[in-house]
């Protein structure tokens, strides 16, 4: 991919948490929408298929059908995981859009949780740098768990102030 893609109100370049990455190119405000998430549509043997394959950019649109953002036409596929993220995934009318948990400042890098469960989150190392994170991209729920689990790879939690 080129260095740098423009797409409405992200600009797509070398993130320090992983490859490439989205950044905001303006202020964008908290509940807005950044930009849908596209992909091939897949019925769930296909998309069950292919996350035993180690897919990770599969998303569920409804009970019927997920899509494969693993597209060149989706750039939201480079969009990386924080435990400090400032957007999530919401799907609208069957279509997934990234949206504004916070607002975000023009370049601030766009990161949601990828939510990843106990299962599958040990081949996923996480480098968002965020001083609570546990190590792993995993959903917040777990963290506790994951920090328990692996005591070397979180960071000291923040003491709290007296
Ligand atoms: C959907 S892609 C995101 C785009 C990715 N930065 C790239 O250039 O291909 C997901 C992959 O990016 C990497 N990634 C995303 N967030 C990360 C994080 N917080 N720490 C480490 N790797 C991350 C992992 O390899 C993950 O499997
Ligand atoms: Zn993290």
């Given at each position: 991919?080129?260095?740098?893609?423009?797409?409405?109100?992200?600009?797509?370049?070398?993130?320090?948490?992983?490859?490439?990455?989205?950044?905001?190119?303006?202020?964008?405000?908290?509940?807005s929408r950044i930009i849908e998430?596209?992909?091939?549509?897949?019925?769930?043997?296909?998309?069950?298929?292919?996350?035993?394959?180690?897919?990770?950019?599969?998303?569920?649109?409804?009970?019927?059908?997920?899509?494969?953002?693993?597209?060149?036409?989706?750039?939201?596929?480079?969009?990386?995981?924080?435990?400090?993220?400032?957007?999530?995934?919401?799907?609208?009318?069957?279509?997934?859009w990234i949206m504004?948990?916070?607002?975000?400042?023009?370049?601030?890098?766009?990161?949601?949780?990828?939510?990843?469960?106990?299962?599958?989150?040990?081949?996923?190392?996480?480098?968002?740098?965020?001083?609570?994170?546990?190590?792993?991209?995993?959903?917040?729920?777990?963290?506790?768990?994951?920090?328990?689990?692996?005591?070397?790879?979180?960071?000291?939690?923040?003491?709290?102030?007296?």
């Amino acid at each position: 991919m080129e260095e740098e893609l423009i797409v409405g109100k992200v600009i797509f370049r070398r993130s320090n948490i992983h490859g490439m990455g989205g950044f905001a190119l303006k202020t964008i405000r908290k509940g807005s929408r950044i930009i849908e998430y596209v992909g091939e549509k897949m019925d769930k043997k296909e998309s069950l298929r292919r996350c035993e394959d180690g897919n990770v950019y599969v998303f569920e649109i409804n009970d019927e059908w997920d899509i494969d953002g693993s597209v060149d036409w989706n750039p939201a596929r480079w969009i990386n995981q924080s435990c400090s993220a400032n957007a999530e995934t919401d799907v609208i009318k069957n279509r997934v859009w990234i949206m504004a948990t916070r607002t975000i400042r023009a370049g601030e890098e766009i990161t949601y949780n990828y939510n990843f469960d106990l299962s599958e989150y040990e081949d996923y190392p996480c480098n968002c740098g965020a001083p609570h994170c546990p190590g792993f991209m995993v959903a917040e729920e777990h963290w506790d768990e994951v920090r328990r689990r692996h005591p070397d790879k979180a960071k000291p939690k923040a003491k709290k102030a007296a």
